[in-house]
């Protein structure tokens, strides 16, 4: 089932990627895992999968050491100052960071484990009162604020687009997404480059992709429906 999906999303991605002119290699697919469990997470490995998101710091540091250490794992929830460093030796990008503060934590803890972290900041694109995330008008000053720091790498942005049963309806905020990376891409600011944007979801992942994602993070397309209730 989950080779199959998995099979179905790429299929769907190609498509996508065929229609923006793009090549499929430009596209990282992210598989969210959250709340599924290990079992679930080595089909999609048997399947070829290396790219897993999760949200919350617990289950990524419950599932890493049980599963192959190839894999690359994201972590793109919310997160607090006091965990970031449980990140440090087991994920290769922070999707969500949306403060100072954050930036400093993770900064501080990269230095102190000897690495540097590749890093996204979350923007709510649509200003969505429930949804974590920077203004647009936010953002440059943070960048401002943060890119001196050391054992972080700013890379580019992030958004979590409404839930709409119309994709078509987010295609404003995946572009207006690229377009702040590209006006911040211009400025030249030491340390941070704009080369990847993570947005798209089960819902909307083919309009991103064509509005230039570079991260898409699918979860209810490959695993199925979740259950918070377990
Ligand atoms: C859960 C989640 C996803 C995946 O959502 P689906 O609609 O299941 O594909 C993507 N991004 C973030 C930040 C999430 O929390």
């Not at 995330?133 to 440059?140: D, E, I, M, P």
């Not at 409404?162 to 995946?174: G, L």
Request: glycine share 6%; proline share 3%.
């Amino acid at each position: 089932m989950i080779a199959q999906n998995i099979r179905s999303v790429e299929e769907r991605i190609q498509a996508a990627c065929k229609r923006a002119g793009r090549s499929r290699e430009e596209v990282t697919l992210i598989c969210v895992t959250k709340t599924m469990p290990v079992e679930d997470l080595q089909q999609a490995y048997d399947a070829g999968q290396r790219s897993f998101g999760e949200n919350r710091v617990q289950e990524i540091v419950d599932k890493v050491p049980q599963l192959p250490g190839d894999i690359q794992w994201h972590m793109i929830g919310h997160l607090q100052r006091n965990k970031a460093k449980y990140l440090m030796d087991r994920v290769v990008m922070i999707h969500s960071v949306d403060s100072a503060a954050l930036a400093q934590a993770v900064s501080k803890e990269a230095v102190k484990a000897g690495r540097v972290m590749d890093i996204l900041l979350e923007v709510n694109v649509a200003e969505e009162e429930s949804k974590f995330g920077l203004t647009c008008a936010g953002v440059l000053p943070l960048i401002r604020e943060i890119s001196p720091l050391p054992g972080i790498r700013i890379r580019g942005l992030m958004t979590v687009a409404p839930y709409t049963d119309d994709p078509e309806t987010n295609r404003v905020y995946f572009k207006k997404l690229r377009e702040l990376a590209v006006d911040i891409d211009h400025q030249s600011i030491d340390n941070v480059s704009m080369d990847f944007l993570s947005m798209g979801m089960t819902g909307d992942f083919e309009v991103a992709i064509e509005e230039g994602a570079t991260h898409i993070r699918v979860g209810t397309a490959i695993f199925g429906k979740r259950n918070y209730d377990l």
